[in-house]
Each structure stands twice: as C-alpha cells, then as structure tokens.
C-alpha cells in the first residue's frame, strides 16, 4: 500500500452544501470516486504523517550521510566496552597474583579505579638529574632535534 491522504472535492461539497471529504484515498488519485469530478477534487495535506516524494528521497539523503558517524560512534562504544572489560579483567588477574597484603591495599581503596595524578603533581615526583638526562637523550630521540648540551653552570 502506497501514501495515502484525504482529499476534498469541491463538486460533492456544493451538492451536499457541507464541505466534503473523502479519507484515506491513495495519494496518486486525480477524480473525485463519488461524482468523478477532476477539477475542485484537491489534495488536503492535513495528516502528520503524510510523507510525500520529495520528503521521503530527503530522508534517504540524511540517512545516507548519517550512516558513516553513526558507524563511528557504534565502534567508538564498542571500543570503550572492550577497554572496560579488559582492564577488569587485567585488575582481576593482577589481584589474583597479588600478596595478600597487597589485596588489602586493594580492598582499602574500594574499588579497582586507577588513581590519576595531575600532570603537574606528577612533574614533581621526577628528580632533577632524571629531567635532564631526559632532556638530554630523549628529547633528541623522540623530535629528531638536537639540543645543545650544558656542559658546565
Ligand atoms: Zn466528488
């Protein structure tokens, strides 16, 4: 069953001088199936869910560009859901291996989330002589630059 709409014919509404209309009729009809009247026989547009051509072939087009984001998203969630569950299950198995003191520390923390530092509080834990060997070597080894060395204060 193709789009349906009701129509309205101005022939029949003038014999029964009421207006008349005639519900659920196939969009595509041109007369009138009461007095066959083709002229004052109209198209009401008054259903919500009457989708006409035009609308449908947009529907089409936002669906077509939609599809590739959304595919996006779903493998981004799949992506987090695996990255939950492996590393449940790497914390499941690390408390399975750990001492039973370490357990303790565990269960006291309430839970397996990781603890986050902030970047700052982590740059402090770092000693001096270890910041300036990783200046020294691995700064050139990762950006290819070379730094010029401090040979003497
Ligand atoms: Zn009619």
Redesign the pocket.
Known sequence: MGPRADFS?A??SKKSERP?IIENLPVKCLR?P??N?KRG?VRLFNAVNVIGGNGRTVGKIIDQTLIPSLDKQAAQKQGAENWNKASQEAMERAYHVATPKQREQIANQGSYKPSFMPAAAALSTISPESKQASRDLNYHALTNRTVKPLWHQ
Do not use: A
């Open positions: 014919c022939h029949c008349f009138c009461i007095c009247h026989f």
